[in-house]
């Protein structure tokens, strides 16, 4: 793989979540200053474009990052370890100056900053290194507490909050353009961003209230619920706030894309050695880490069946039930 001429439109194509926020800007930092690209653009991906992943962005020069690898990608970073759509996918990886991966990092963006010093011999400015630490964090669900998670005020989780009331798809796009000079106190301090955390901080007292009632079962350490009611709103901890003695969470939400599947493991009491969630929703079409996955299926009706068929294995994993 071959760099397009750096004078030539290159399109970042990152993970709409604050990892690939973060991994995008970083990028296009790297790439403007040790690469001379001249003509780099910030554009979110979301898990319902892998539906036509052969023809993803025919046409463009494009970047990856914290997403699923593409052949044609010029540059791609990726961490997750179901990356690989196919097995033509993971034959034709070779790590270069142009792609990277590595499933023990804990995030995207601290991969992407190595590889900028190994390959390149360029430091990125300091306040990637504490958005990279950010994002160690946020990705693993690495937080001290559960209360951390849901009510800490530090920059990165202000923000983390603010993209769950992002106020148009395209809203993480600006926001990564700001990143690539700006810290995430100055990111926090703006007036959009404020908007978008006060809405979604009364959103998540607002979920955290109306939890209980959307709960299907919580038994053999397993809490299965269904949050797609438009008269619910939806909150990631909230099952281990509510149940802190669960092992792991399986829900049904939607999305701007339709509906989502999401499973992880408790952050706070973890299982031993416990079940691979990223490998188990990779079965349906998803993907993610060790402790956390999701699918967006075709519709709700598959949402339900598959959250449903979750739920029961990671209970037989247990030894819940037979």
């Not at 769950?164 to 926001?175: F, G, R």
């Not at 959307?214 to 149940?243: I, K, P, W």
């Amino acid at each position: 793989m071959h760099p397009p001429s750096q004078d030539a439109p290159l399109w970042i194509r990152y993970h709409r979540d604050f990892d690939g926020m973060v991994s995008g800007a970083l990028l296009k930092r790297v790439l403007r200053d040790a690469r001379g690209h001249r003509d780099l653009r910030l554009s979110s991906v979301n898990h319902d474009q892998r539906r036509d992943w052969e023809h993803f962005c025919v046409g463009l020069d494009f970047a990856i990052v914290d997403f699923h690898f593409h052949p044609r990608a010029t540059y791609w970073f990726d961490h997750h370890p179901t990356t690989f759509l196919s097995p033509a996918d993971r034959a034709a990886y070779q790590p270069s100056d142009f792609w990277a991966w590595d499933e023990r990092s804990p995030s995207c963006p601290p991969l992407i900053l190595r590889h900028a010093r190994e390959r390149f011999g360029y430091s990125a400015p300091q306040h990637f290194d504490e958005a990279a630490r950010w994002s160690d964090v946020i990705d693993t669900a690495g937080f001290a507490s559960v209360d951390q998670a849901l009510f800490a005020e530090d920059p990165a989780l202000r923000l983390m909050r603010a993209l769950a009331a992002a106020p148009s798809p395209n809203w993480t796009d600006d926001l990564a353009e700001a990143l690539v000079e700006r810290d995430l106190g100055e990111l926090c301090r703006r007036a959009d961003v404020e908007r978008a955390y006060a809405i979604a901080a009364r959103n998540r007292d607002q979920a955290l209230r109306q939890f209980p009632g959307t709960v299907l079962s919580m038994f053999g350490h397993v809490c299965h619920y269904d949050a797609t009611s438009d008269r619910v709103r939806r909150e990631r901890f909230a099952a281990f706030y509510h149940h802190p003695k669960a092992l792991y969470s399986v829900g049904v939400i939607p999305t701007r894309a339709g509906f989502h599947v999401t499973a992880g493991e408790n952050p706070w009491n973890k299982p031993e050695p416990g079940v691979h969630v990223g490998e188990l929703m990779a079965r349906y079409g998803g993907g993610g880490h060790h402790g956390v996955g999701g699918v967006n299926p075709d519709g709700l009706e598959s949402a339900r069946r598959i959250a449903r068929e979750v739920a029961e294995h990671l209970r037989r994993e247990l030894g819940a039930i037979a």
